[in-house]
């Protein structure tokens, strides 16, 4: 058997990492420290230089293949399949995305951000109002600098501003009883599975999402949704009214979310979660959430402003899992959506909605790079993520707070899984557990904190 190493010289930051790329059955695959994806916009320029560097090395290779006269069809399959995976990097090459002087953009969010500042300030005074606001002003007086000299740092700046933008995010009024709820932070440790059990409709159904209803007061609804079409869509959402009649697929009623999986109404990707009675999702092929109240049977639909769809920013890590853009979480008072947008660099960004209204009162940004990670759950306010550790077990390895602002990237908290791909992992308020749609199975966990 041909046996290659390629090898990659990945400069992070400071030290130099080389990456071993390994044949795997027709693949070779190239292990790169995660660390690195989680680049704040300053390193942005280190990454799309680590892909060229990537892309270079497999020209390189490929070369070399022609020289030896080794053009084994297996080879030749294998660099194809390489460079098509690389090419889901290629938005980063769109320099675009800094070269054109932005400056006005830059104002524009700093605007925005100043104006929210302006508005909690005025509603509730305190030292953080007091400092944010005097920051935003010397950031000001730096944008008029740098467009006075024309001299300017403008990924120092984003960065700046996507920090205040957090700051401000958290200082503005969330509902009293938000925090006073969550008082227990971070997350410590999760159980075995408590629960195992193939959906109940067909094992071929591997995308999709269960759990139950996540309101406070609700009764005790659990709820799956498979997608069917090339697992990308949906339409019916069932539902069962005790958990003895979910284990026995019996007594359950499917709801009609929209009249055929093709419709404008119906579900799009994996990331649906179920809150008071009402289905949350990316409606059928745009950026924009759809909530379907399965009470009254009435469709509100929400513009998610830049947000990645039709795997523009899907969950990867490990390997890439189609039309998982947007994530839908909920938390006793608000659903959450996860997503990524090119103005974040592709990494995770953070909205709280308000259910009834269906409007965004939140936005955070985090350094968190969507593609390094493999799902995402929120707990009172804290985004956790997971990453694939092999096919029978995943890691929450990351948190962001949304009430300080803080990342946590060094946590380790294992779980179990019965099949490699991850389709949606939810928490759920009312009972504490995480729920997981793990390819066709579907599991449950507890949670200590
Ligand atoms: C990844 O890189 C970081 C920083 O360079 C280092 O601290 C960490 O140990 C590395 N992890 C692995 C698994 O190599
Ligand atoms: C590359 O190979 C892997 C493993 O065989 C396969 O799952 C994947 O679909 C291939 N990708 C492309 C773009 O051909
Ligand atoms: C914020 O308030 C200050 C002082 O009241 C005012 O000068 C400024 O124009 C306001 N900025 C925005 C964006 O509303
Ligand atoms: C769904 O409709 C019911 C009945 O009108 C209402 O009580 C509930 O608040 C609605 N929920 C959402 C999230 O729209
Ligand atoms: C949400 O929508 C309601 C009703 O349309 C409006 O009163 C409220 O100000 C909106 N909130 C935000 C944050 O846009």
Redesign the pocket.
């Known amino acids: 058997m041909f046996v290659y190493l390629l090898l990659l010289t990945v400069i992070v930051t400071v030290e130099a990492q080389r990456v071993p790329g390994q044949q795997k059955t027709d693949s070779c695959l190239c292990k790169i420290n995660s660390s690195i994806w989680t680049f704040p916009a300053v390193e942005f320029m280190e990454v799309t230089r680590q892909v060229q560097i990537c892309e270079d090395n497999l020209n390189e290779f490929e070369e070399k293949l022609r020289n030896t006269n080794a053009e084994l069809p297996m080879m030749e399959a294998t660099l194809q399949n390489i460079s098509a995976r690389l090419k889901a990097f290629g938005y980063l090459h769109t320099s675009g995305l800094y070269s054109a002087l932005q400056l006005q953009q830059l104002n524009r969010e700093l605007e925005e951000i100043h104006q929210s500042v302006n508005e909690t300030h005025k509603q509730n005074p305190n030292k953080e109002t007091h400092n944010l606001l005097s920051e935003l002003n010397k950031a000001k007086n730096d944008v008029q600098r740098m467009y006075k000299d024309d001299f300017f740092n403008l990924e120092t700046m984003k960065k700046r501003l996507r920090d205040l933008n957090n700051r401000a995010q958290s200082c503005k009024t969330i509902p009293n009883d938000f925090r006073s709820t969550c008082h227990q932070r971070i997350m410590t440790r999760i159980s075995s599975p408590s629960m195992t059990k193939l959906n109940s409709i067909s094992k071929s159904y591997i995308s999709g999402a269960w759990g139950r209803d996540a309101l406070l007061s609700s009764k005790e609804h659990y709820w799956e949704h498979c997608l069917v079409s090339g697992h990308k869509h949906g339409n019916t959402i069932r539902m069962y009214t005790s958990r003895e009649d979910f284990m026995a697929n019996r007594n359950y009623k499917d709801e009609q979310i929209a009249p055929s999986y093709s419709d404008k109404n119906a579900v799009q990707g994996s990331g649906t979660i179920l809150y008071d009675n009402t289905v949350f999702y990316q409606c059928y092929g745009t950026a924009e959430i759809c909530s379907f109240n399965i009470t009254t049977k009435t469709t509100k639909r929400m513009k998610l402003d830049g947000a990645g769809i039709d795997n523009k920013f899907p969950f990867c890590y490990y390997s890439c899992r189609d039309w998982t853009d947007i994530d839908l979480e909920a938390d006793p008072d608000a659903v959450w959506v996860i997503y990524a947008t090119e103005e974040n660099h592709g990494n995770i960004v953070v909205s709280r909605l ?1 259910p009834l ?5 939140h936005t955070w940004k985090t350094h968190l790079f969507k593609r390094s990670v493999t799902s995402t759950f929120m707990v009172c306010g804290v985004l956790y993520a997971t990453r694939f550790v092999n096919t029978f077990q995943e890691e929450v390895f990351y948190a962001f707070d949304t009430t300080t602002g803080q990342e946590i990237s060094s946590l380790s908290l294992p779980f179990e899984k019965v099949s490699s791909g991850i389709a949606n992992l939810n928490y759920n308020p009312v009972d504490g557990k995480l729920y997981l749609y793990n390819d066709a199975y579907l599991l449950s966990y507890d949670t200590f904190f």
């Open positions: 308000d209204e269906l409007n965004i009162t």
